[in-house]
């Protein structure tokens, strides 16, 4: 548990931990729920509900109205910090590596044989613009 203002933090999931270790009086309610001062404005009695939903995510409600992304703001995080899986890689765009490499591949052999004079079944003519395509879209 986390001590801040005197009040205690229950630990829970990263995300979660992550927003209430930056929280003042921070009060658990039920086993998934606390409140605490919303840092988006003066804040002299706990407006803010957290709340921790089945996968994780962290749910952010100020009954004065503060937005998710106000409150995120004043406490330095960004509302990507209230979802699980943070810590991994950002989510690739585009073909990875081997599939890029892999549509090379297939434009060297066409090429070679084409330098040895030999022709392209139209199934490998085919394939090969293909593979030009996804190669062209892939820069």
Known sequence: MNIKNGAYAPTGSACLEKVLSRLDRVKQGRADRWIACCPAHDDKTPSLAITEAGDGTVLLKCWAGCTAAEIVTAIGLELR??????DQRPQRRGPSRKAIEHERQIIRVAQ?????????????????ELAQQRLRYAQ
């Open 81 to 86: 910090d209230l979802f699980p899986g943070n």
């Open 112 to 128: 070679a044989q084409l330098a040895q004079g030999k022709a392209l079944k139209p199934s490998d003519q085919q394939r090969l």
